[in-house]
C-alpha cells in the first residue's frame, strides 16, 4: 500500500511540474497562465467571472511596480472599495490579525467605527510611513474634502528586504498616489506586481494574487473577493502533492496582508468575523 501510494504521489508530482513547465512556455506567448487554467482547482465553491477581487462591483485595484537594476525589487498596490468619495462615502470594514506582528498602520480606528474611509494600501514594511503620506494627500485633495481634517490612511505591509534593497527606501509618495489613480475594475495582475514584486512564499517567488467566490444564501447571491500579498514560509503543495519534498527552495519569509471585499448585506458587528474567515 505504502508504495502504491508512492507510486501515485510521484506521478502526481510529475504532473504538477509539467504544468509548471508548461506555464513557464505560454508566460513568453500569451500571458502566464493561472492555475485553474492548468487544471489546478484550489479551494471550493464558484469563482466569480474574473476570479478576483475585482468581481465585487465597483471595486478597483491599482499598481506600480519597481524594479532598478539587480537590488530594487519592490512596488505598491492600492484596493479602492469604490469608484467615489471615500472619506464621504466610507464603507463597512475590519482587521483581523491571525498572528504574528506587523507595522500595519490604521488599524486601531477601523476596529473601533467599523468602517474604512481611505484606500487600502500595500507596500513593504519601510514604505508605511510613505504611503500614510501619500494617502492622506490623496484624500485632502480630493472633491467634497476641503473641511477634512482628519483621515484614517490604511496601510499593509510585508517586508521584501530578501530580494528588495529595502534599505534604500524606494517607494515614493508618487508611487503610492500613482497606484492609487491607478485603481481599474477589471482582471487583475498577478504574481511579482505591485506590492508582490519582492516577497516570497514557502521558500519560491512569492507575489499578489486574487480569488473570488460566489455565495448563495435562499434567494440571494453575493460575491466574497481577496487579494493577498504573499510573504511567508512553510511548505509547498499544489493540488495535494508535496512539492516541498522534491523541490528545495532556498528562501523564506513570515508575513502576509490580504484585503477582503464583499458585497452582501452588512450585519452589524460582524465584521471582525468576516474579515478572519
Not at 95 to 112: C, D, I, M, P, R
Not at 244 to 263: C, D, F, H, M, Y
Request: with cysteine; net charge positive.
Amino acid at each position: 500500500m505504502k508504495n502504491a501510494q508512492a507510486y501515485r504521489n510521484v506521478g502526481r508530482l510529475a504532473a504538477v511540474v509539467a504544468l509548471v513547465c508548461v506555464a513557464g512556455t505560454a508566460s513568453f506567448t500569451q500571458g502566464r497562465p493561472r492555475a485553474r487554467d492548468l487544471g489546478i482547482q484550489p479551494g471550493a465553491g464558484v469563482t466569480g467571472a474574473l476570479n478576483a477581487i475585482t468581481d465585487v462591483t465597483g471595486v478597483r485595484v491599482g499598481q506600480v511596480t519597481l524594479v532598478d537594476g539587480r537590488t530594487v525589487r519592490t512596488g505598491v498596490t492600492a484596493i479602492l472599495p469604490h469608484g467615489g468619495n471615500l472619506f464621504r462615502e466610507k464603507v463597512p470594514g475590519a482587521v483581523f490579525v491571525g498572528n504574528a506582528f506587523g507595522k500595519l498602520a490604521g488599524s486601531t480606528q477601523v476596529q473601533e467605527l467599523g468602517t474604512i474611509e481611505s484606500p487600502i494600501v500595500l507596500t513593504n514594511t519601510l514604505g508605511v510611513g510613505v504611503a500614510v503620506d501619500a494617502v492622506v494627500r490623496w484624500t485632502l485633495t480630493q472633491p467634497g474634502n476641503e473641511s477634512v481634517r482628519s483621515v484614517n490612511a490604511l496601510v499593509g505591509e510585508t517586508n521584501d528586504g530578501g530580494l528588495n534593497d529595502i534599505r534604500s527606501l524606494p517607494v515614493t509618495r508618487e508611487h503610492v498616489t500613482a497606484a492609487i489613480n491607478g485603481g481599474r475594475e477589471g482582471a487583475v495582475e498577478e504574481g511579482a506586481v505591485g506590492a508582490g514584486t519582492g516577497t516570497v512564499a514557502f521558500g519560491w517567488k512569492g507575489g499578489i494574487g486574487t480569488s473570488s467566490r460566489r455565495v448563495t444564501q435562499g434567494q440571494n447571491e453575493w460575491t466574497v473577493g481577496v487579494l493577498v500579498q504573499s510573504n511567508y514560509g512553510g511548505r509547498l503543495t499544489i493540488a495535494g502533492v508535496p512539492v516541498w519534498r522534491e523541490l528545495k527552495p532556498v528562501a523564506s519569509a513570515r508575513t502576509i496582508e490580504s484585503g477582503q471585499v464583499n458585497e452582501g448585506p452588512r450585519a452589524a458587528g460582524r465584521e471582525p468575523q468576516a474579515a478572519s474567515r
